[in-house]
Structure formats: structure tokens, C-alpha cells
């Protein structure tokens, strides 16, 4: 995502319970995203399978994004900046 001609990514990743992950982007903006919602309205049992604590705790954060198993799982980066994860 560019903001005013920067290019925003996530630096860091603190996981505060449950399907919660603040997130810290590289302009020092913070977003705390509950992930639940979404996984549990999806029916695709590749997405519902992060429904799992030991799954969903196995994020990383790979050249500036926050994904899951290699990007089995990843979301836009303007989405989590903007905390509009949609459900």
C-alpha cells in the first residue's frame, strides 16, 4: 500500500488472545484486527481450518506482509492498515 508516496507494510505482530493480532506498520500506526469473524463466516474449509489456535498462531510476517503457511492464507495490506477485514 503507498500512503502520501510511502510504501506501508507491517513490521510487527503481537498476538493478544484468541484471532487477535495488533499489528505495527513501518509509519508506526497500530491496528488491533480480530480475525475470527472472518474466519468463521467463510465456508472454505482451507480458510475455516485457522478457526484452530495452533494453526492461526503459525503467522509471519514475510517482506512486509502478514501471512499464513507459505500464503496459504494473506491478506492486502490497505485491508489491515485500515482494519476493514471483510466478514
Not at 507494510?9 to 493480532?21: M, P
Not at 500506526?29 to 480458510?47: A, E, K
Request: hydrophobic share 40%; glycine share 2%; aromatic share 14%.
Amino acid at each position: 500500500m503507498i500512503l502520501d508516496e510511502q510504501v506501508i507494510f507491517v513490521e510487527k505482530v503481537n498476538h493478544i488472545g484468541d484471532f487477535k493480532l495488533e499489528l505495527e506498520f513501518n509509519d508506526k500506526t497500530r491496528q488491533v484486527v480480530d480475525f475470527y469473524p472472518f474466519l468463521s463466516s467463510s465456508l472454505n474449509p482451507l480458510i475455516r481450518k485457522y478457526l484452530s489456535s495452533e494453526e492461526f498462531s503459525k503467522f509471519e510476517i514475510d517482506e512486509g506482509d502478514l501471512e499464513w503457511n507459505d500464503y496459504d492464507l494473506c491478506f492486502p495490506i490497505a485491508d489491515l492498515y485500515e482494519n476493514r477485514i471483510v466478514h
